[in-house]
């Protein structure tokens, strides 16, 4: 009994000491980024089994043995923290989002996979990249934050779609833009109005989109990662993730910002005084050669065409500045709220958002309202349900044409251009106040010219009374049923909407502008876009040993549907009643609309993975598109990866200590692209009519059953790798994209009895090039980080063939002048070459103008010659020479497509204190500053103070020729010239914020969880000897023939912005 006892009484001991060694800690773990709790953290003992995890509330308690000295933290998408346990035995844990993790989630096609394991080719950017940003849709956000992506934005008119382009330009005549995937459901992009050439009021389904609400943008960029896409991947995929519930209390998020937008690098132009001197002495030389002098008459008095001076009401010379009434600084306000929570079961994400944007041209403005609902519901181990409900309505208003949006450019009438051209020494207003007009044009005052003409509209006048409006009404929705019959199966199926409808509302009043020689004018335009999707899927997970499968299979249903009608009223009855419901003298007949395409595929996936170490993937899709004659299509991709770490060899060797991850990786597929084919391309179509009364069908154009996709045979090469933990992680890849069956409109032969041209799969071109991507965090410490994105991609295109006979594709601007169009595709060079006549200086002994012809001979030319003589002369003899033009003389020029082009993202963070800088650059490229021959041309319309160092005397050395008053040839605007093609390659400081968060010390005493408030500028700086306004422009708008072309494109817009973040 007595030993009993003794051992009884050291067991107790034993027990009373290993008690007193046991540790209790508590504590709270949030997020660094907006303060909130962070419940499933996961809290482990380094080095021995154990831990526990976070609640709801990010309130954790565990016991640590003695034997524990240290505890690791880590939750999916945050940096992973080693604390060593100290005297203190209250924690708060603050956790720092983690872009470089190997770990992350990436979204893929129809499901998700660890980064760890994509053997194909994608980058990643967060929601929170792009949030609290003047932009209006998430293209715009993506500049320069993912290798091989290439985003323009093609001019300051708010909402314009920008050119968004992955891995070059994949087509001539169809989109290259990529597919864009919301939650799951292919949804609309490009211009949802598609009436350009009417309305001035940019329209992009995308902004329906509040950045806000965006949790994440994955980019899928080769065969491997696209191919389950099938016949729309050619372009790449951008899958778009909205933000989820997450388990926890209900949390409140509010943002805002304001801010100021004006433009910037406005072209230097002639004041009144420097204008009516130069143009003065363009009319006396002009005259001065000319056979007979011609003059008018004016009070009876016979002289020479003169442009005067006019005193305005303050009694000094009237010297306007144009700009001024056309650009103005925009204020524009943004505000967001969410509210987001839920149970282990039931999650939910609510957001409403409001956008109040002014634009820099006047009577410019986009307006959205935006909803999102998403709710995600466990009800049971077997059942899921869940959805989304979206909904936006966005306002794009213009008082008038800008110039700058496709369609627009080249005519004559847009703001951008008349406030380039518009003389000076005129006003837009008469001394009494009222609107100084002329017939169609402003008034001259004492300008004496030949039609009375010093510029084109008052468009301060039109700017008043004038408007070019567009309303969106747009609903993405889906819904969800899964089933998990076994732990390793699960059966899925969605179906989703997404519905535009898009009413256009123009008024042209009578008094001037483009409704004067009407009356007035109106038009109502409406147009109805219906999408649905039914996907179903079967996807299985299995694992055997260290043998993981997943397997996916699909069907998938898709129809699209577009019906509208357009009214066009001329002859308005009532100034007062200006809408299309007024009454008007002529009512011409309405127009209707009406397309329609169906969609039918079956897909599959198999990803394999060994121990972690080695990976195959392959997809596979057949689709049938009804807009095609052949219909049926099969595309596949397969990939293949190796992470070098996990081999015994890397294990044992020093490399272990410097790589945490090292994989190489490698895919190859076939995928298609159908994006912008007419749904009734392949068929053949009749005109209907009327002749002498009886009904008349006349052939119009030629159909082709044999018309089928484009198709893209892609090569990637790539490794990743990881270094310190992964932080710092690489990704190197080297791409070839073989593209053929390019869908071109091939002329034929009018013995062919067919229209003049037919839709043929008939060329073939490539692009190749390599990508580099670096992601680190050089310093973490727990005052002071610096996290360090760069990205840079190269990239070359070049066509091989187009179809037979066919030696070249002029792009056609649709301007009336030649002068215009710039660019042609022909093989051996990149798409949309820059074609141009070639110069060689001015005379010095005569100031005109030297060209090149074909033959390099130069010919110099004069606008006014005696009766008899000719225009063109060759400069070495004086004799005649052939007129240049540019389908005889014009050469291949220089590459419109950047060669290179990436970005450079850096924030630093000390305390509460943030600064970030982002640069992006694009280099290797030329631009055709077409805007450059008009700020040049002779007539009355206005120039670039350049033109002061013009030729004026024999021997003078200057590459302005002699000021002859008419002359729109020595300058480009009939024939496109070298002169106004400039370098445009860039680096532009994009976006620089600066922020302050308030400690948790402050807010403790408030009901607030997180306070930031922050200063931001956008496009603060630039760096390029390119003269125009700014080279990252588009004036074709997402034409990709059309490229590097800048004709009165008005300015991008530099923004300054202030706001704040709040949650509770």
Same mark, same amino acid.
């Given at each position: 009994?007595?030993?009993?006892?003794?051992?009884?009484?050291?067991?107790?001991?034993?027990?009373?000491?290993?008690?007193?060694?046991?540790?209790?800690?508590?504590?709270t773990?949030?997020?660094?980024?907006?303060?909130?709790?962070?419940?499933?953290?996961?809290?482990?003992?380094?080095?021995?089994?154990?831990?526990?995890?976070?609640?709801?509330?990010?309130?954790?308690?565990?016991?640590?043995?003695?034997?524990?000295?240290t505890?690791?933290?880590?939750?999916?998408?945050?940096?992973?923290?080693?604390?060593?346990i100290?005297?203190?035995?209250v924690?708060?844990?603050?956790?720092?989002?983690?872009?470089?993790?190997?770990?992350?989630?990436?979204?893929?096609?129809?499901?998700?996979?660890?980064?760890?394991e994509?053997?194909?080719?994608?980058?990643?950017?967060?929601?929170?990249?792009?949030?609290?940003?003047?932009?209006?849709?998430?293209?715009?956000?993506?500049?320069?934050?993912?290798?091989?992506?290439?985003?323009?934005?093609?001019?300051?008119?708010?909402?314009?779609?920008?050119?968004f382009?992955?891995? /070059?330009t994949?087509?001539?005549?169809?989109?290259?833009?990529?597919l864009?995937?919301?939650?799951g459901?292919?949804?609309?992009?490009?211009?949802?109005?598609?009436?350009?050439?009417?309305?001035?009021?940019?329209?992009?389904?995308?902004?329906?989109?509040?950045?806000?609400?965006?949790?994440?943008?994955?980019?899928?960029?080769?065969?491997?990662?696209?191919?389950?896409?099938?016949?729309?991947?050619?372009?790449?995929?951008?899958?778009?993730?909205?933000?989820?519930?997450?388990?926890?209390?209900?949390r409140?998020?509010?943002?805002n910002?304001?801010?100021?937008?004006?433009?910037?690098?406005?072209?230097?132009?002639l004041?009144?005084?420097?204008?009516?001197?130069?143009?003065?002495?363009?009319?006396?030389?002009?005259?001065?050669?000319?056979?007979?002098?011609?003059?008018?008459?004016?009070?009876?008095?016979?002289?020479?065409?003169?442009?005067?001076?006019?005193?305005?009401?303050?009694?000094?010379?009237?010297?306007?500045?144009?700009?001024?009434?056309?650009?103005?600084?925009?204020?524009?306000?943004?505000?967001?709220?969410?509210?987001?929570g839920?149970?282990?079961?039931?999650?939910?994400?609510?957001?409403?958002?409001?956008?109040?944007?002014?634009?820099?041209?006047?009577?410019?403005s986009?307006?959205?309202?935006?909803?999102?609902f998403?709710?995600?519901?466990?009800i049971?181990?077997?059942?899921?349900?869940?959805?989304?409900?979206?909904?936006?309505?966005?306002?794009?208003?213009?008082?008038?044409?800008?110039?700058?949006?496709?369609?627009?450019?080249?005519?004559?009438?847009?703001?951008a251009?008349?406030?380039?051209?518009?003389?000076?020494?005129?006003?837009?207003?008469?001394?009494?106040?009222?609107?100084?007009?002329?017939?169609?044009?402003?008034g001259?005052?004492?300008?004496?010219?030949?039609?009375n003409?010093?510029?084109?509209?008052?468009f301060?006048?039109?700017?008043?009374?004038?408007?070019?409006?567009?309303?969106?009404?747009?609903?993405?929705?889906?819904?969800?049923i899964?089933?998990?019959?076994?732990?390793?199966?699960?059966?899925?199926?969605?179906?989703?909407?997404?519905?535009?409808?898009?009413?256009?509302?123009?008024?042209?009043?009578?008094?001037?502008?483009?409704?004067?020689g009407?009356?007035?004018?109106?038009?109502?335009i409406?147009?109805?876009?219906?999408?649905?999707?039914?996907?179903?899927?079967?996807?299985?997970?299995?694992?055997?040993?260290?043998h993981?499968?997943?397997?996916?299979?699909?069907?998938?249903?898709?129809?699209?549907?577009?019906?509208?009608?357009?009214?066009?009223r001329?002859?308005?009855?009532?100034?007062?009643?200006?809408?299309?419901?007024?009454?008007?003298?002529?009512?011409?007949?309405?127009?209707?609309?009406?397309?329609?395409?169906?969609?039918?595929?079956?897909?599959?996936?198999?990803?394999?993975?060994?121990?972690?170490?080695?990976?195959?993937?392959?997809?596979?899709?057949?689709?049938?598109y009804?807009?095609?004659?052949?219909?049926?299509?099969?595309?596949?991709?397969?990939?293949?990866?190796?992470?070098?770490?996990?081999?015994?060899?890397?294990?044992n060797?020093?490399?272990?200590?410097?790589?945490?991850?090292?994989?190489?990786?490698?895919?190859?597929?076939?995928?298609?692209?159908?994006?912008?084919?007419?749904?009734?391309?392949?068929?053949?179509?009749f005109?209907s009519?009327?002749? /002498?009364?009886?009904?008349?069908?006349?052939?119009?154009?030629?159909?082709?059953?044999?018309?089928?996709?484009?198709?893209?045979?892609?090569?990637?090469?790539?490794?990743?790798?990881?270094?310190?933990?992964?932080?710092?992680?690489?990704?190197?890849?080297?791409?070839?994209?073989?593209?053929?069956?390019?869908i071109?409109?091939?002329?034929?032969?009018?013995?062919?009895?067919?229209?003049?041209?037919?839709?043929?799969?008939?060329?073939?071109?490539?692009?190749?090039?390599?990508?580099?991507?670096l992601?680190?965090?050089?310093?973490?410490?727990?005052?002071?980080?610096?996290?360090?994105?760069?990205?840079?991609?190269?990239?070359?295109?070049?066509?091989t063939?187009?179809a037979p006979?066919?030696?070249?594709?002029?792009?056609?601007?649709?301007?009336?002048?030649?002068?215009?169009?710039?660019?042609?595709?022909?093989?051996?060079?990149?798409?949309?070459y820059?074609?141009?006549?070639?110069?060689?200086?001015?005379?010095?002994?005569?100031?005109?103008?030297?060209?090149?012809?074909?033959?390099?001979?130069?010919?110099?030319?004069?606008?006014?010659?005696?009766?008899?003589?000719?225009?063109?002369?060759?400069?070495?003899?004086?004799?005649?020479?052939?007129?240049?033009?540019?389908?005889?003389?014009?050469?291949?020029?220089?590459?419109?497509?950047?060669?290179?082009?990436?970005?450079?993202?850096?924030?630093?963070?000390?305390?509460?204190?943030d600064?970030?800088?982002?640069?992006?650059?694009?280099?290797?490229?030329?631009?055709?500053?077409?805007?450059?021959?008009?700020?040049?041309?002779?007539?009355?319309?206005?120039?670039?103070?350049?033109?002061?160092?013009?030729?004026?005397?024999?021997?003078?050395?200057?590459d302005?020729?002699?000021?002859?008053?008419?002359?729109?040839?020595?300058?480009?605007?009939?024939?496109?010239?070298?002169?106004?093609?400039?370098?445009?390659?860039?680096?532009?400081?994009?976006?620089?914020?600066?922020?302050?968060?308030?400690?948790?010390?402050?807010?403790?005493?408030?009901?607030?969880?997180?306070?930031?408030?922050?200063?931001?500028?956008?496009?603060?700086?630039?760096?390029?000897?390119?003269?125009?306004?700014?080279?990252?422009?588009?004036?074709?708008?997402?034409?990709?023939?059309?490229?590097?072309?800048?004709?009165?494109?008005?300015?991008?817009?530099?923004?300054?912005?202030?706001?704040?973040?709040?949650?509770?």
């Amino acid at each position: 009994m007595k030993k009993i006892l003794t051992i009884f009484f050291v067991m107790m001991l034993c027990a009373n000491f290993a008690i007193a060694q046991e540790r209790t800690i508590t504590g709270t773990v949030t997020a660094k980024e907006d303060n909130l709790p962070l419940p499933g953290v996961t809290i482990r003992f380094k080095g021995a089994k154990g831990g526990t995890q976070t609640k709801a509330d990010g309130k954790f308690s565990v016991k640590v043995p003695a034997t524990v000295t240290t505890l690791e933290i880590s939750s999916l998408g945050f940096i992973t923290q080693e604390r060593i346990i100290g005297k203190s035995s209250v924690w708060n844990i603050v956790m720092e989002n983690s872009a470089q993790t190997l770990s992350d989630v990436v979204v893929v096609g129809y499901g998700t996979q660890k980064r760890g394991e994509i053997t194909g080719s994608s980058s990643s950017v967060t929601g929170a990249a792009i949030a609290q940003k003047p932009i209006q849709s998430l293209e715009a956000g993506l500049a320069g934050r993912a290798s091989g992506v290439q985003i323009t934005v093609p001019s300051g008119v708010l909402n314009s779609p920008p050119v968004f382009r992955i891995r /070059g330009t994949n087509s001539i005549s169809l989109s290259s833009q990529p597919l864009f995937v919301i939650d799951g459901i292919v949804a609309t992009s490009g211009d949802a109005s598609n009436v350009a050439s009417l309305t001035a009021a940019a329209t992009n389904p995308l902004a329906s989109i509040n950045p806000n609400d965006i949790e994440s943008i994955d980019i899928a960029k080769d065969a491997a990662s696209t191919a389950i896409y099938g016949s729309r991947a050619a372009n790449g995929v951008v899958f778009v993730t909205t933000k989820k519930g997450k388990t926890g209390v209900p949390r409140i998020n509010y943002d805002n910002w304001v801010g100021w937008s004006s433009p910037y690098r406005l072209p230097k132009l002639l004041d009144a005084f420097q204008y009516t001197d130069y143009k003065n002495e363009a009319v006396a030389n002009a005259n001065s050669i000319r056979a007979g002098s011609v003059n008018i008459i004016v009070n009876g008095v016979s002289r020479l065409p003169k442009f005067a001076l006019t005193n305005g009401p303050d009694g000094q010379p009237i010297n306007t500045r144009w700009y001024d009434y056309a650009y103005h600084t925009g204020f524009s306000q943004n505000h967001n709220a969410n509210i987001s929570g839920g149970t282990e079961n039931t999650k939910y994400y609510m957001g409403a958002g409001y956008s109040d944007q002014q634009g820099i041209y006047i009577k410019n403005s986009f307006k959205r309202l935006n909803a999102l609902f998403n709710i995600d519901s466990k009800i049971n181990d077997y059942l899921s349900i869940g959805g989304k409900l979206a909904y936006s309505n966005e306002r794009n208003l213009a008082g008038i044409n800008s110039g700058s949006n496709y369609g627009d450019a080249y005519g004559t009438s847009g703001v951008a251009r008349t406030a380039l051209v518009n003389a000076p020494n005129v006003s837009p207003y008469n001394n009494d106040g009222s609107f100084n007009l002329g017939a169609t044009f402003v008034g001259p005052m004492n300008n004496v010219v030949s039609g009375n003409q010093v510029g084109f509209y008052n468009f301060a006048q039109v700017l008043s009374k004038n408007r070019e409006n567009n309303e969106t009404d747009h609903i993405q929705s889906n819904a969800y049923i899964q089933l998990n019959p076994f732990k390793w199966l699960s059966l899925r199926s969605v179906y989703g909407i997404d519905n535009i409808n898009s009413d256009n509302d123009i008024f042209y009043n009578p008094v001037h502008g483009p409704g004067q020689g009407l009356n007035g004018q109106a038009f109502g335009i409406f147009r109805k876009r219906k999408n649905w999707v039914w996907t179903n899927t079967a996807q299985a997970n299995l694992t055997t040993g260290k043998h993981n499968f997943n397997a996916l299979l699909g069907q998938e249903q898709q129809r699209n549907t577009v019906t509208g009608y357009g009214i066009d009223r001329q002859g308005l009855a009532d100034p007062d009643y200006n809408v299309v419901q007024a009454g008007f003298t002529l009512n011409n007949a309405s127009s209707m609309i009406y397309g329609e395409n169906y969609l039918l595929s079956y897909f599959g996936r198999l990803n394999y993975n060994f121990d972690g170490k080695y990976f195959l993937s392959g997809n596979l899709r057949q689709d049938e598109y009804s807009a095609l004659g052949q219909k049926k299509g099969t595309f596949w991709g397969v990939s293949a990866g190796w992470e070098i770490t996990k081999e015994e060899f890397w294990k044992n060797s020093s490399l272990e200590n410097i790589f945490s991850s090292f994989k190489l990786r490698g895919s190859y597929g076939k995928v298609g692209n159908i994006g912008g084919i007419d749904d009734y391309a392949t068929l053949t179509t009749f005109t209907s009519g009327l002749y /002498g009364g009886a009904a008349t069908s006349i052939y119009n154009a030629a159909g082709n059953t044999q018309l089928k996709w484009e198709t893209s045979k892609k090569t990637d090469i790539g490794f990743n790798f990881g270094i310190l933990k992964n932080r710092l992680t690489a990704e190197v890849a080297y791409y070839k994209n073989n593209i053929d069956g390019l869908i071109i409109n091939v002329p034929q032969a009018p013995s062919a009895g067919v229209p003049t041209s037919i839709l043929l799969n008939a060329g073939t071109m490539y692009n190749k090039g390599f990508e580099f991507s670096l992601n680190a965090t050089p310093v973490q410490t727990a005052a002071f980080s610096w996290t360090s994105n760069f990205n840079i991609s190269f990239n070359k295109n070049e066509i091989t063939s187009l179809a037979p006979g066919l030696k070249e594709i002029i792009f056609a601007t649709g301007s009336t002048s030649t002068g215009e169009n710039v660019n042609r595709t022909a093989p051996g060079y990149s798409i949309g070459y820059l074609y141009v006549v070639k110069t060689a200086g001015v005379d010095q002994a005569t100031g005109n103008r030297i060209f090149l012809n074909a033959a390099g001979r130069k010919v110099t030319y004069q606008h006014i010659v005696p009766t008899g003589q000719s225009n063109w002369k060759y400069l070495d003899n004086g004799t005649t020479a052939p007129a240049i033009t540019q389908s005889a003389d014009a050469v291949m020029y220089k590459n419109s497509s950047p060669k290179v082009y990436g970005g450079f993202d850096n924030t630093f963070r000390y305390k509460g204190f943030d600064l970030n800088v982002m640069l992006t650059y694009q280099l290797g490229f030329y631009v055709s500053y077409g805007t450059n021959a008009g700020l040049h041309d002779q007539r009355y319309w206005n120039n670039a103070v350049d033109v002061l160092n013009r030729w004026q005397k024999q021997g003078d050395i200057t590459d302005f020729p002699r000021a002859v008053y008419g002359d729109n040839v020595s300058y480009g605007n009939t024939i496109p010239l070298d002169i106004n093609v400039f370098k445009a390659d860039f680096v532009k400081l994009k976006n620089l914020s600066f922020g302050y968060t308030f400690p948790k010390s402050i807010l403790e005493k408030t009901k607030l969880n997180n306070l930031r408030v922050f200063v931001a500028g956008q496009n603060l700086a630039i760096i390029t000897k390119y003269p125009g306004p700014d080279p990252e422009v588009a004036s074709n708008g997402l034409n990709p023939g059309g490229q590097g072309s800048d004709r009165n494109s008005g300015p991008n817009s530099r923004t300054y912005t202030m706001g704040l973040s709040v949650s509770f």
